[in-house]
């Protein structure tokens, strides 16, 4: 079961879409999931991503236009409870600490969030944590050096391989991580 | 009795092959029989007790199993000569090894029957081999470089993906196989339909898989279906030999029905090419190259199944049948419009699944090139050519799109087959030809005379004036002529049956005037063997048919003599107490007889009143009349101008004629005006028009005032009502 992870895509206002690449890399057909963590910002956005796959999961992020999206949702996907938040509401941003109080709070094995626009994938107390960064590399105040990425994991029963897609020049690099659940 | 005459027969040939074959299985032979015949040798009671009976029965027909086995193959017949023929006459259709047969027909299996099992367990371990291959998990073969969204053609994701696709395609199409059927609604057919052509697929990418080919495996599976449960249903009696357990193994149910449907995919795979398009690496067409529609561009890149429909047209059906052909070509139809659809599916939609079979047998017996499918084609068209001759464009397409029932699938097997080859086969009798009506010779003579009375001119097929039809020809017309002097019945009936047959099945040379030529040479062999004889016919002539009911009257009254003939001859000879039966037949053929008595009363066809106007007299032929004018036919009612008033003898005429007609009355005042003295209508016309010619500038539009103006040259009358009459009449 493949499910997309992508998020803070801030078009238009940061970004006028995602890097071509990326495009002819999400076609329909193979993905059955998207969990996005927000800052979309529009409409169009969001019916880019559900041409890829129907079942389509979004929080609401600080610049979304939209202001009905959920702040926090929790999907099971197989054996895995997967949390799914935007990240702007955690102080300090980014913060394993602080993510972890979330990932015990919704009691999920995999948290994802974003914001931060950089991309993070580890491992702490046994739970997952996955940030997708921004899938178009929209600028961040904090950090100029954004480089556009996305997540794509692949969960079969107990176990998630998680493919990380990433812009580095123009070149797509794919990096591979897997996690078992114990 | 027939068991032991066959086992007398056959022992010969046993002597020859038992070694080889009991080295095979260790049967002992004690007799053959074709499996047709099996009933009647069943039928033949063998024990009184019926225990045994039942036993026995059910020994027979495993038995007959076993023989069946035997009897697909001799080996003195490397060519499967034997089987081929069987296959052609459509003797296959009860055969519990049809499977077993279409292999060793298509050589899937070399002609060495010992080898058979080796080659069947070869065939098996390919496709195993194959399907292992072809299912590609991602996630046990996991490249650590690849990822799944991987669009490159190394990537297993990728092929995945596409395999996932291609097999949501062929599922499409599998699921709507023969829907009226059930066999193919069952889970597992479909699922074994969707493995093998899936791996047909990927192990052909140039082939892919296309529309119309679960079509073509649909009845394979069947048939292999069909030879499992009879195997099963056998063993459940009796043991079976090893190797036909391991023949027809329905484990294996995939693996032969995929070593069968690669090699007629050979034979027809020219039917889905498409020239101009090579299938992705991964091994499938894009999705808009579903629908071969000739490009655009036109000639330069065709593909080869339009290639071929031209060829069957101009080459096969145009000399068969040319009227057929412009008459086809005159309503735009164009083969490939049903043809594509024919071809690809090896006529699977054409004909019921049994029958299907049966033409499957045929075509398969003549070999792997699958040479006569063309011929079918032609033979179909022909078939129904006089449905496709009477209607307009919308339904002939109806006709062809949806291909008539009541057609005999052997009239059609057989035809293709002469057309293929005229030396080896004979011409098609016809079984359900509707009938042509026949142009006859003027009057039919009485059958006293010994003539069926009807000019029957037999003629070849069109165009093709091989030696041996124009013998046939000049044979039945001499034989024809000899029948004149009174032959037997039988003779007689040979000779209708044959020359109607044959007459029937011809296409036709539209040519009427030949037919009065054929009148007039009815007996003359000479003329008919030189030229080649053409039958003229007309459709919905009424003097053809009244000549066609005469003669079956004729002949009715004919059986019905020699019946009544026959019948006093057997109940003087036979002895009613012996024979029951025979007392049967007899009051069979009284009853026979009498039904055919009724034919004979009376004039054939009943004299039906002309109709005529209200106010025509009617008029004799033989008071023909003063004319001025030569009559050219002579109608057997007139119509009379208002030349006169002589209103009584007219009016008491008509009145007796009219009494209880509808509207008589209102016709007597009219009637009043007409003479006794009638004109023939012709003469009336050219006696009209020569007054009028006369009259230069006379106006023809008003009727009435020419009316009044002709009148006064034949009568005194100025009434008004021979006018209406007139106008009436006339116009």
């Not at chain 2, 090894?97 to 070399?110: E, I, K, N, P, T």
């Not at chain 2, 165009?463 to 000049?474: A, C, G, L, P």
């Not at chain 2, 044959?502 to 030949?514: F, I, N, T």
């Amino acid at each position: 079961m493949l499910v997309l992870v992508l998020g803070d895509l801030h078009i238009p206002h940061r970004c006028s879409s995602l890097p071509t690449k990326f495009k002819k890399l999400l076609v329909p057909g193979r993905i059955q999931h998207i969990l996005c963590t927000g800052n979309l910002c529009t409409k169009e956005s969001y019916d880019y991503l559900k041409t890829l796959a129907s079942d389509v999961h979004v929080v609401r992020g600080d610049f979304d236009e939209n202001l009905n999206y959920p702040e926090q949702k929790v999907v099971t996907v197989g054996q895995f409870r997967i949390g799914l938040s935007h990240g702007h509401q955690v102080v300090p941003w980014g913060d394993p600490e602080s993510l972890a109080l979330i990932q015990r709070q919704l009691d999920v094995d995999i948290l994802i969030s974003g914001h931060t626009h950089k991309f993070e994938a580890y491992e702490h107390e046994n739970k997952f944590y996955i940030n997708p960064g921004s899938a178009t590399g929209a600028f961040n105040p904090l950090d100029t050096n954004i480089i556009p990425s996305f997540v794509l994991m692949d969960i079969q029963s107990s176990t998630v391989v998680t493919y990380v897609y990433q812009l580095v020049g123009d070149e797509v690099k794919v990096e591979r991580i897997e996690f078992k659940k114990n | 009795m027939k068991k032991s005459q066959s086992v007398n027969i056959m022992i010969s040939q046993d002597q020859g092959e038992s070694g080889k074959e009991d080295s095979e299985n260790g049967e002992d032979l004690s007799s053959h029989t074709i499996p047709g015949t099996s009933e009647c040798s069943e039928r033949s009671p063998s024990v009184t007790d019926e225990a045994s009976v039942d036993c026995s029965e059910k020994s027979i027909s495993v038995q007959k199993y076993e023989e069946e086995w035997e009897q697909i193959y001799f080996h003195e017949d490397p060519d499967l000569g034997e089987l081929r023929r069987r296959a052609v006459t459509g003797n296959l259709r009860a055969s519990r090894f049809r499977s077993v047969c279409w292999r060793a027909l298509l050589s899937v299996f070399s002609n060495d029957k010992s080898s058979w099992l080796k080659e069947l367990r070869r065939f098996r371990q390919h496709y195993e081999q194959m399907s292992q291959e072809f299912c590609v998990d991602p996630w046990l073969n996991s490249n650590p470089e690849d990822n799944p969204l991987n669009q490159n053609a190394g990537s297993s994701w990728h092929q995945h993906f596409c395999d996932n696709e291609l097999k949501a395609v062929i599922r499409q199409d599998v699921v709507r196989t023969f829907p009226g059927v059930d066999f193919f609604r069952k889970e597992t057919v479909q699922k074994a339909m969707l493995n093998v052509l899936f791996v047909y697929a990927r192990e052909n990418p140039d082939m892919c898989y296309r529309q119309g080919m679960h079509e073509i495996l649909a009845p394979l599976l069947f048939v292999l279906h069909c030879d499992h449960q009879a195997l099963l249903h056998t063993k459940e009696q009796v043991p079976v030999s090893d190797a036909v357990s391991e023949m027809l193994d329905p484990a294996y149910l995939e693996a032969d029905s995929y070593s069968l449907f690669c090699l007629i995919m050979e034979g027809i795979s020219c039917y889905y090419k498409i020239n101009d398009s090579a299938p992705s690496a991964t091994g499938y067409f894009p999705p808009n190259l579903q629908s071969p529609v000739p490009p655009p561009g036109g000639k330069g890149k065709e593909n080869e199944i339009l290639v071929q429909l031209e060829s069957i047209k101009e080459n096969l059906l145009v000399p068969n049948d040319k009227e057929l052909a412009e008459y086809l070509n005159r309503l735009e139809i164009t083969l490939p419009v049903f043809g594509i659809r024919w071809l690809r599916l090896l006529f699977g939609r054409e004909f019921p699944l049994q029958d299907l079979l049966v033409l499957w047998d045929a075509i398969f017996a003549e070999g792997k090139d699958f040479g006569l499918v063309h011929y079918v084609v032609v033979a179909m068209l022909v078939a129904i050519r006089n449905q496709l001759l009477d209607s307009d464009y919308t339904t002939c397409l109806m006709h062809l799109m949806r291909y008539p029932g009541a057609v005999d699938i052997t009239f059609i097997i057989e035809h293709a087959l002469y057309l293929k080859d005229h030396q080896k086969y004979n011409r098609p009798v016809c079984t359900s030809f509707p009938p042509l009506p026949k142009k006859s010779s003027g009057q039919p003579e009485s059958h006293r005379s010994g003539h069926s009375g009807r000019h029957l001119s037999t003629h070849s097929l069109p165009r093709t004036k091989s030696v041996s039809s124009v013998n046939r020809d000049e044979k039945s017309q001499q034989r024809k002529a000899r029948a004149a002097s009174g032959s037997s019945l039988s003779d007689r009936f040979k000779n209708y049956t044959r020359s109607t047959k044959s007459g029937q099945w011809s296409a036709v040379k539209s040519h009427r005037s030949s037919s009065v030529r054929g009148e007039g040479d009815s007996n003359t062999s000479g003329t008919a063997a030189g030229t080649g004889i053409v039958e003229g016919f007309a459709l919905n002539d009424p003097t053809v048919i009244i000549s066609e009911l005469q003669r079956a009257r004729a002949v009715m009254s004919l059986c019905r003599l020699k019946l009544a003939q026959y019948r006093g001859i057997l109940s003087e000879a036979i002895n009613p107490a012996e024979y029951p039966d025979a007392q049967q037949a007899l009051d069979g053929m009284n009853e026979l007889c009498s039904l055919l008595n009724t034919w004979n009363h009376g004039d054939f066809p009943p004299d039906v009143e002309p109709a005529y106007e209200a106010g025509e007299v009617r008029v004799e032929p033989s008071q023909a009349v003063h004319t001025t004018a030569p009559q050219v036919i002579p109608p057997r009612r007139s119509v009379a101008p208002p030349n006169q008033l002589a209103l009584r003898p007219v009016a008491e005429k008509v009145r007796r004629r009219e009494a209880g007609r509808p509207g008589g009355g209102a016709a007597l005042p009219i009637a009043s005006s007409h003479s006794i003295l009638s004109v023939p209508l012709e003469t009336f016309k050219e006696t009209f028009e020569v007054h009028m010619g006369s009259r230069k500038g006379f106006p023809l539009s008003d009727p009435l005032k020419s009316m009044r103006h002709l009148n006064r040259n034949h009568s005194d009358s100025s009434d008004d009502r021979p006018l209406q009459a007139a106008s009436f009449v006339e116009f």
